[in-house]
Nanobody, 126 residues
């Protein structure tokens, strides 16, 4: 059972990146998915989540209007489109998943999550 995050890199302020999170060993259909990030010296932050059915998404105030989470269950993959990146978006980004019977809810409480990916580094710098 594994979550593999990819798509991180170095980008200038105002640029865009799309992170991908591919699941192996289990199907994401039964899981709500989230993205967390952690910058050096800072607490881990839940930035976004998406419910099983796509009907519920959540964004932290720090990324609202700039980031978009989506999922493709057929590809067993979740995405985080990040636009208008800012210096303060620099962090390691983790995709996470938890099993749920609910189609319409998700959470950014890290203790709720069963599986964590290895993280991908996003660096925003001029």
């Amino acid at each position: 059972v594994q979550l593999q995050a990819s798509g991180g890199g170095l980008v200038q302020p105002g640029g865009s990146l799309r992170l991908s999170c591919a699941a192996s060993g289990f199907t994401l259909d039964y899981y709500a998915i989230g993205w967390f990030r952690q910058a050096p010296g800072k607490e881990r932050e839940g930035v976004s989540c998406i419910s099983r059915s796509d009907s519920k998404t959540y964004y932290s105030d720090s990324v609202k209007g700039r980031f978009t989470i989506s999922r493709d269950n057929a590809k067993n993959t979740v995405y985080l489109q990040m636009n208008n990146l800012k210096l303060e978006d620099t962090a390691v980004y983790y995709c996470v998943a938890y099993f749920t019977g609910s189609f319409r809810s998700c959470t950014v409480v890290d203790d709720d999550y069963d599986y964590w990916g290895q993280g991908t580094q996003v660096t925003v710098s001029s």
